[in-house]
């Protein structure tokens, strides 16, 4: 078995081979994506349909002096495999394994890191301007997916690019959305063809030269070839923006990208590519459903994802059917999403209520403004984002939300560690700058039924609340079907302590670190407080706590500069009030991507990394230890 693909360690290599041996190599290199990604999970249906073109990509071009700039990155696996990382694709998104994106520490072939999408023609365009200023000539080639194209970052890059006539700067659309019929395929390859080639180009610039005497007559031939060009192809929209629109072509096709890609190293100034490629391409299961096989766990090829049976809910699924239950009572909830239906767990919620729900694209800024836009003509709008996309709106947040105190809850999926997509997906930093915005309502549910009656509470007010929940499943709480408001602002005592004066510990937790807490709680004989709110933090249970105990301890999963820990610190100050305090939660580094168990002990966010942080910041003496027995934390005497 792939006896082409071994013999390629770089893209050296792959330019070696001969015209006839890349339709094998794609072939061997899609069977070993599926290979791969069903050994160690990842992102699936992107990659097979990425194959060809990464190998015409890096047939053509002179990587890495060329640049290529994959967006978004979760479609860059073919490309690592053929730079070089063959065998570490057994430790895809692993700890100490290999990114599942695009990382420039990784490889000198990933010029840049792209895990949030619609980033790719910026940084291209960056790279582009950057050489040129160094006096080199190399190609910047931003290579986006359709669904990227909805942001507005995108075009803002367009906007910028197109006034620079003689820029080597490449635009590829790989369309996955939309595709070839056979019919016309022969077609389009020959449009394709003949757009990228010198003839048409020169043909081009000729007539323009000849009618250049007569303004009016060239602005109506002009007008002819668009019109005749959008016949045919959705060419004006990019031409407006200064590029030179050619496609669509076939993404599967070597016999059509090949000859394209060369024919467009000859022509001057920004260039854009359709390519049309299909999900899932070679991998029939994935072709039928690639919306499934997306981002599958681990899996047997033969016979498919297996539905799952039973277990308990994630997150996720508790706020679906939240959302569902709402919806059912009030008729003013509209839901809306970045593009993230399946990921949010509103695809039940689309199939009942098709008129509330939004999906914007993946357009994080319109989606905040949007909802505060529905916000003012008295509706109730509920945004499902995951916690690092929510970054990407920070200013219409404040701006067009909190200023204005419009009641949109934000509905904070993925917050803290995400395991497997590592730092860039981490929802890290959510509580730090969600708490320092006013109007703004910070909750953290500590489990599944706390998180649908704080939703309900969310729902409740008069201005922005967010509520921020983790990515998977809880510890299995049973949830409550009627909704309860929680108080507002107020935690509540799990555990008391009965140590003796001089050796009292409260530690007060937030969100997923109480059951962790309650028991490091047992091994310490430490009070222990689920806080619930961030915002507004119960100052009066904080002075309580300081008040009744010898030691404070705060434990968030988010980062310790800013956070939670740090509201109540800044709480026991506004009070007078001096007690040593340890604020324990995630590190100022960037943590990488792993197993979630694994990457919180290495915090020292679980039960045992807890007991020992407080051990050894109070000298505390005589504790019973934890220790860790088949991935179950217990005590031991």
């Not at 192809?233 to 030179?244: D, K, M, Q, R, S």
């Not at 854009?272 to 072709?287: D, M, P, Q, S």
């Not at 909750?443 to 201005?463: H, I, K, V």
């Not at 005592?493 to 670190?513: E, Q």
């Amino acid at each position: 078995m792939y006896e082409l693909l071994k013999t390629i360690d770089d893209p050296v290599a792959l330019r070696q081979l001969e015209r006839r041996q890349l339709a094998p190599l794609a072939e061997e290199l899609r069977a070993f994506v599926l290979e791969s990604v069903s050994r160690t999970g990842g992102h699936l249906s992107s990659n097979l349909g990425t194959v060809e073109l990464t190998i015409a990509l890096h047939y053509v071009f002179n990587t890495p002096e060329d640049r290529i700039v994959w967006d978004v990155g979760h479609q860059s696996y073919p490309h690592k495999i053929l730079t070089g990382r063959r065998e570490g694709m057994k430790t895809l998104r692993q700890f100490d394994g290999i990114s599942g994106f695009p990382r420039r520490s990784e490889s000198v072939y990933d010029t840049f890191g792209t895990a949030h999408s619609s980033t790719s023609i910026s940084a291209a365009l960056g790279m582009a301007l950057g050489s040129k200023a160094q006096g080199k000539s190399n190609f910047s080639i931003a290579v986006i997916g359709d669904g990227a194209m909805t942001a507005g970052m995108v075009f803002e890059a367009m906007n910028n690019a197109g006034v620079y006539d003689d820029l080597p700067l490449i635009v590829i659309l790989n369309d996955n959305d939309m595709s070839i019929s056979p019919p016309v395929g022969a077609l389009n390859r020959y449009l394709a063809r003949l757009m990228s080639g010198q003839f048409y180009a020169a043909a081009k610039k000729g007539v323009e030269r000849v009618l250049s005497v007569a303004p009016p007559v060239l602005e109506l031939a002009r007008k002819l070839e668009e019109h005749a060009k959008g016949l045919m192809v959705p060419a004006t929209l990019f031409e407006e923006f200064g590029f030179n629109y050619i496609g669509p072509i076939d993404g599967h096709d070597l016999d059509s990208l090949i000859p394209t890609l060369q024919n467009i190293k000859h022509l001057k100034g920004p260039q854009f590519l359709h390519v049309v490629t299909r999900k899932g391409y070679g991998y029939k299961l994935a072709e039928a459903d690639p919306v499934l096989y997306h981002g599958p766990g681990k899996f047997n090829p033969a016979e498919g994802i297996k539905p799952s049976t039973g277990g308990k809910k994630t997150y996720t699924q508790v706020f679906g059917d939240w959302l569902c239950d709402m919806a059912a009572k009030d008729g003013r909830l509209m839901g809306i999403t970045p593009a993230m239906r399946e990921g949010s767990g509103m695809v039940e919620f689309e199939r009942r209520f098709p008129d509330r729900y939004f999906d914007v694209g993946i357009a994080e800024q319109h989606a905040v403004t949007f909802a505060g836009g529905l916000a003012t003509e008295g509706m109730k709008p509920v945004v499902a984002i995951y916690s690092t996309f929510l970054q990407r709106a920070y200013d219409q947040l404040i701006h067009d939300i909190a200023l204005q105190n419009l009641p949109v809850v934000f509905a904070l999926d993925r917050a803290g560690l995400v395991g497997a997509d590592g730092a860039t997906h981490a929802g890290a930093y959510d509580i730090a700058y969600l708490r320092c915005i006013p109007n703004m309502v910070v909750m953290t549910p500590s489990d599944e039924n706390e998180c649908r009656q704080m939703l309900y509470t969310a729902f409740l007010q008069d201005g922005p609340a967010a509520v921020r929940y983790p990515r998977g499943a809880g510890i299995g709480a049973a949830i409550a079907q009627e909704m309860t408001a929680v108080p507002l602002g107020k935690g509540e005592i799990r555990r008391t302590s009965s140590a003796p004066k001089g050796r009292r510990v409260a530690i007060m937790a937030f969100g997923s670190m109480l059951a962790p807490a309650l028991a490091a709680a047992e091994a310490l004989d430490a009070t222990v407080a689920n806080m619930r709110f961030v915002k507004p933090i119960d100052a009066e249970l904080v002075r309580r706590l300081a008040d009744e105990h010898d030691y404070l301890v705060t434990v968030e999963e988010g980062c310790i500069m800013g956070g939670a820990g740090s509201a109540c610190a800044e709480s026991l100050l506004e009070d007078g009030v001096n007690r040593p305090i340890l604020q324990l939660g995630l590190p100022d580094k960037f943590i990488d991507h792993g197993d979630p168990a694994q990457l919180l002990a290495m915090c020292g966010l679980n039960a045992a990394g807890i007991t020992e942080s407080i051990v050894a910041r109070f000298k505390l003496t005589g504790v019973k230890p934890l220790e860790k027995t088949d991935g179950v934390t217990k005590l031991v005497a």
